[in-house]
């Protein structure tokens, strides 16, 4: 069946660091695959997407690739600050299917000043 | 994009009692979904909700125990019926719009006693 493996965390970082959080996925087909972010005390936010392969996502300084060949969409930015906190959740939907969404673990990541 | 009203935010609740969570959606939708969130941990979809048919409940899951009403295109309801503590989750619904990504409420924090 389809699943979605993220980095565990927690990650730590200092403001203005770079910031990467693996995902990998597995599924038929050409998937959809978002990144989805939670702040403390709220529901899903949508921060970005991908919908074909070599795909590139991008929201807030955030970027992912949608890389067919190594079946992955890591989220990246350059410069995190103290607001970027939250839990960031990858998640795909399969090709022509039900659009159900299949999420991963999920990784908090903490931005100290 | 779509705006999604959850009811009630938060709860404590008594084992051995039920409470509904409503989801409002302030435009039509055909496809609504229902997931939980345990503490720490990842998105799980309970069911989806399609006006005019059963809910189709995903493995684990059970009509008794979650049952689901929708009775027009921008409403839903989600009932934890029974609980006991390991209900004790966040539970959010999301709306898929025709060409876009799903959007969540901000989800029902339920705390069983």
């Known amino acids: 069946g389809n699943s979605v493996t993220q980095m565990e965390g927690p990650v730590t970082l200092s403001e203005e660091a770079f910031l990467t959080i693996n995902c990998t996925y597995t599924?038929?087909?050409?998937?959809?695959l978002f990144w989805y972010v939670q702040y403390p005390g709220e529901g899903l936010q949508l921060l970005l997407k991908?919908?074909?392969?070599?795909d590139k996502g991008s929201n807030k300084g955030f970027e992912a690739t949608y890389r067919k060949e190594t079946t992955s969409f890591h989220l990246e930015k350059g410069s995190v600050q103290v607001s970027d906190s939250a839990v960031y959740f990858c998640?795909?939907?399969?090709?022509?299917?039900?659009?159900?969404?299949?999420f991963g673990k999920g990784t908090k990541l903490t931005v100290n000043p | 994009s779509a705006v999604i009203s959850q009811k009630p935010s938060r709860d404590i609740c008594q084992r051995g009692t039920s409470l509904t969570i409503q989801c409002q959606v302030d435009s039509q939708v055909t496809m609504m979904f229902w997931y939980r969130q345990q503490p720490g941990q990842s998105l799980t979809l309970i069911a989806t909700a399609n006006q005019g048919s059963e809910a189709t409940y995903e493995s684990g899951f059970v009509i008794d125990k979650f049952p689901i009403s929708r009775p027009n295109l921008t409403f839903s309801t989600l009932t934890v019926s029974n609980m006991s503590p390991e209900d004790s989750s966040i539970y959010l619904c999301s709306v898929a719009l025709p060409d876009q990504p799903q959007h969540f409420g901000d989800g029902t924090r339920l705390s069983i006693l």
């Open positions: 599924a038929t087909g050409y998937p959809s």
């Open positions: 991908a919908t074909k392969a070599d």
């Open positions: 998640a795909l939907i399969e090709q022509g299917g039900s659009e159900k969404l299949v």
